[in-house]
């Protein structure tokens, strides 16, 4: 008997117990899809969480005053200034743009509404740095900075909240008894880290320092931290050690940290492949459940057709033909199995770019790989019962019926 005849023979016996081959089946099924759906998920999730950084800010660096160990801050008595900010933008080239930052949490009101929030003092850098885009109006400029201007950019829930279906456009607000008149509104950035952006204010880095904070130092205007954009990834590494180098040379000493949100985003990828990675082992563990119930199945089978075999030995099959035709049986079955949960785990994908924020992604590779375990698990569990159909004495066989 030839390939082709211990196929056609295999079809007909599986379709003559639909049933039967149907729960067979089930296992791999329900492996495959699962395997298959957390595989494209996770790469989902990789890349909205790639976005999602990315989004707020292109190759950025972000310099904290004090060192960090184990313990927390260290040095809490080192401060930025704004100087320091000058020396970087006019002597580090890998660094595109700069933004100094004072934050201060603040009551906004016009009229009787009022909102308490994080009002932001920077300069006009934050565009670039946070990718921020203006919804209506402009952003503050350089001589604005200068003359410390009282104007600030609403992020468009607190412009909701104070304005309500008004145009906030050229209305004032309070903030510390100043009147702010606002001259911008960015567009909607969403939250990050528990920092809802679109609830921020922006002023004026010298507003903030001669109005609203009142922060001074001898050394000059203290800041929070500053956050920082290399010219492209290449030059991230660059604008670190620059950075580094120019701010050591002017404090005397490394007091302060330079934390690159690349490594951030690198940390979070891997932390997400690790957990996709787990999850597709778990659901791995279904594959197998699923090889099992093809061996039970054709053990059963075996059983079953035990007068069959010892009928077809008799008329002269040989084992190799008997072996050959249960371990094709079982290979079919976690074939068929393995493409249809292939297509329910790339038919879930597909609701899930549908009603969530995620683009899954399956790659041909992916399904291959999947189709081609299943084949296998059915061709490593089909080798006992089919061994034990080839061994089968041919006079016991034919009198067991």
């Given at each position: 008997?030839?390939?082709?005849?211990?196929?056609?023979?295999?079809?007909?016996?599986?379709?003559?117990?639909?049933?039967?081959?149907?729960l067979t089946m089930l296992g791999i099924i329900i492996g495959n899809a699962s395997v298959i759906a957390i595989v494209a998920i996770g790469q989902?999730?990789?890349?909205?969480?790639?976005?999602?950084?990315?989004?707020?800010?292109?190759?950025?660096?972000?310099?904290?005053?004090?060192?960090?160990?184990?313990?927390?801050?260290?040095?809490?008595?080192?401060?930025?200034?704004?100087?320091?900010?000058?020396?970087?933008?006019?002597?580090?080239?890998?660094?595109?743009?700069?933004?100094?930052?004072?934050?201060?949490?603040?009551?906004?009101?016009?009229?009787?509404?009022?909102?308490?929030?994080?009002?932001?003092?920077?300069?006009?850098?934050?565009?670039?740095?946070?990718?921020?885009?203006?919804?209506?109006?402009?952003?503050?400029?350089?001589?604005?900075?200068?003359?410390?201007?009282?104007?600030?950019?609403?992020?468009?829930?607190?412009?909701?909240?104070?304005?309500?279906?008004?145009?906030?456009?050229?209305?004032?607000?309070?903030?510390?008894?100043?009147?702010?008149?606002?001259?911008?509104?960015?567009?909607?950035?969403?939250?990050?880290?528990?920092?809802?952006?679109?609830?921020?204010?922006?002023?004026?880095?010298?507003?903030?320092?001669?109005?609203?904070?009142?922060?001074?130092?001898?050394?000059?205007?203290?800041?929070?931290?500053?956050?920082?954009?290399?010219?492209?990834?290449?030059?991230?590494?660059?604008?670190?050690?620059?950075?580094?180098?120019?701010?050591?040379?002017?404090?005397?000493?490394?007091?302060?940290?330079?934390?690159?949100?690349?490594?951030?985003?690198?940390?979070?990828?891997?932390?997400?492949?690790?957990?996709?990675?787990?999850?597709?082992?778990?659901?791995?563990?279904?594959?197998?459940?699923?090889?099992?119930?093809?061996?039970?199945?054709?053990?059963?089978?075996?059983?079953?057709?035990?007068?069959?075999?010892?009928?077809?030995?008799?008329?002269?099959?040989?084992?190799?033909?008997?072996?050959?035709?249960?371990?094709?049986?079982?290979?079919?079955?976690?074939?068929?199995?393995?493409?249809?949960?292939?297509?329910?785990?790339?038919?879930?994908?597909?609701?899930?770019a549908v009603l969530t924020p995620l683009q899954p992604g399956v790659s041909a590779s992916a399904i291959a790989l999947a189709t081609g375990v299943?084949?296998?698990?059915?061709?490593?569990?089909?080798?006992?019962?089919?061994?034990?159909?080839?061994?089968?004495?041919?006079?016991?066989?034919?009198?067991?019926?």
């Amino acid at each position: 008997m030839n390939l082709t005849e211990s196929i056609n023979m295999s079809v007909k016996t599986l379709t003559a117990n639909k049933l039967r081959s149907t729960l067979t089946m089930l296992g791999i099924i329900i492996g495959n899809a699962s395997v298959i759906a957390i595989v494209a998920i996770g790469q989902g999730a990789q890349r909205f969480t790639q976005q999602k950084l990315e989004a707020f800010g292109p190759n950025q660096l972000t310099i904290y005053a004090g060192t960090f160990d184990d313990q927390g801050l260290t040095n809490e008595a080192a401060e930025l200034v704004l100087t320091d900010v000058e020396a970087i933008t006019a002597q580090s080239p890998a660094v595109r743009e700069v933004a100094p930052q004072i934050e201060a949490s603040l009551r906004l009101s016009h009229q009787s509404r009022s909102k308490q929030t994080y009002v932001t003092g920077t300069t006009p850098g934050i565009l670039y740095v946070r990718n921020l885009q203006i919804r209506q109006g402009r952003f503050f400029g350089r001589l604005e900075q200068q003359q410390s201007a009282q104007v600030v950019i609403l992020g468009p829930a607190i412009a909701q909240t104070l304005f309500g279906r008004d145009n906030p456009l050229g209305q004032f607000v309070q903030m510390n008894n100043y009147n702010f008149q606002v001259i911008g509104v960015t567009q909607p950035k969403g939250a990050l880290f528990g920092i809802n952006y679109d609830e921020a204010a922006y002023v004026p880095i010298t507003t903030m320092v001669h109005q609203l904070s009142g922060r001074r130092s001898p050394n000059g205007i203290p800041i929070d931290f500053l956050e920082i954009s290399a010219q492209d990834q290449a030059s991230i590494r660059a604008a670190a050690f620059q950075i580094t180098n120019i701010l050591t040379r002017r404090h005397g000493q490394q007091d302060f940290t330079v934390f690159a949100n690349k490594s951030f985003q690198d940390l979070i990828t891997q932390v997400t492949g690790a957990l996709s990675l787990l999850l597709a082992a778990i659901a791995g563990i279904s594959l197998l459940v699923g090889g099992i119930g093809v061996m039970n199945i054709m053990l059963v089978s075996v059983t079953e057709r035990t007068h069959e075999i010892g009928l077809r030995k008799a008329i002269g099959a040989t084992q190799e033909a008997i072996l050959t035709q249960f371990l094709i049986e079982a290979v079919i079955l976690s074939v068929t199995g393995g493409l249809i949960g292939t297509g329910i785990g790339v038919g879930g994908a597909a609701i899930v770019a549908v009603l969530t924020p995620l683009q899954p992604g399956v790659s041909a590779s992916a399904i291959a790989l999947a189709t081609g375990v299943s084949g296998s698990i059915g061709l490593i569990f089909g080798v006992i019962p089919a061994r034990q159909a080839a061994q089968l004495d041919p006079i016991i066989a034919l009198r067991s019926t």
